[in-house]
């Protein structure tokens, strides 16, 4: 099988479950900024070292590939005619949890907030930070996308709980590697 089908030459590519949509559609950008987040997550992979933070990462990643599966498909062409799911997996209030329960772990162990945090640190604080705003980005296409085409709330929830999970992240890799975090402190100017 070939890579390259050329089918999508002419600025149309096709979503799950058949539907032709052009490539600048809601839906496309939504999906395409799940993908960029992704990547993003994949590259802050690359500077970190903790087993348990790299578990975690893999299990996100994966289920990225599941909130663009979703994204990619009408909630119209959600069923087969035979009553089943088109999609194996779906996120859930599941995977939701999961994100709390591994951000309250990660605050056990770092200071209280006092100022906002300067995106920074060492590199893969800094990749952390660029995949929230990445995240946010595809938050806000779903909710675009929502506002002419149904998108599951949980979808939307994930997104929104996955950017709170990649700031604690940040500064507990932060922390990790002995970096110190930057403050906005607008009376330090």
Same mark, same amino acid.
């Given at each position: 099988?070939?890579i390259?089908?050329? !089918?999508g030459?002419?600025?149309?590519?096709?979503?799950y &479950?058949? !539907?032709? %949509?052009?490539?600048a559609?809601a839906?496309?950008?939504?999906?395409? #900024?799940?993908? +960029?987040? #992704?990547?993003?997550i994949?590259? *802050?992979?690359?500077?970190?070292?903790? +087993?348990?933070?790299?578990? /975690?990462?893999? /299990?996100? /990643?994966f289920?990225?590939? !599941?909130?663009?599966? +979703?994204?990619?498909?009408?909630?119209?062409?959600?069923?087969?005619a035979? &009553?089943?799911?088109?999609?194996? %997996?779906?996120?859930?209030?599941? +995977?939701?949890?999961?994100?709390? #329960?591994?951000?309250?772990?990660?605050? $056990?162990?770092?200071?209280?907030?006092?100022?906002?945090?300067?995106?920074?640190?060492? /590199?893969?604080?800094?990749?952390?930070h660029?995949?929230? !705003? @990445?995240?946010?980005? *595809?938050?806000?296409?779903? %909710?675009?996308? #929502?506002?002419?085409? $149904?998108?599951?709330?949980?979808? @939307?929830?994930?997104?929104n709980?996955?950017?709170?999970?990649?700031?604690?992240?940040?500064r507990?890799?932060?922390?990790?590697?002995?970096e110190?975090?930057?403050?906005?402190?607008?009376?330090?100017?």
């Amino acid at each position: 099988m070939k890579i390259y089908t050329k !089918t999508g030459d002419k600025g149309q590519t096709v979503l799950y &479950g058949g !539907t032709r %949509v052009s490539k600048a559609s809601a839906r496309v950008d939504s999906y395409g #900024n799940i993908d +960029e987040l #992704n990547t993003f997550i994949g590259i *802050a992979k690359s500077h970190i070292s903790d +087993e348990e933070v790299l578990k /975690q990462l893999k /299990q996100i /990643q994966f289920d990225l590939f !599941t909130v663009g599966s +979703e994204a990619a498909t009408p909630v119209d062409k959600l069923m087969l005619a035979n &009553g089943k799911s088109r999609l194996l %997996v779906i996120i859930s209030e599941t +995977e939701i949890e999961e994100l709390e #329960n591994w951000m309250d772990a990660f605050e $056990e162990q770092l200071e209280p907030l006092q100022y906002f945090i300067l995106p920074g640190g060492g /590199q893969a604080a800094t990749f952390l930070h660029a995949a929230r !705003t @990445i995240c946010r980005r *595809a938050e806000r296409s779903l %909710v675009f996308l #929502n506002e002419s085409e $149904e998108v599951r709330p949980e979808l @939307i929830k994930y997104l929104n709980r996955l950017s709170d999970y990649l700031f604690v992240l940040a500064r507990y890799i932060s922390k990790l590697n002995n970096e110190p975090e930057e403050y906005w402190n607008p009376n330090e100017r």
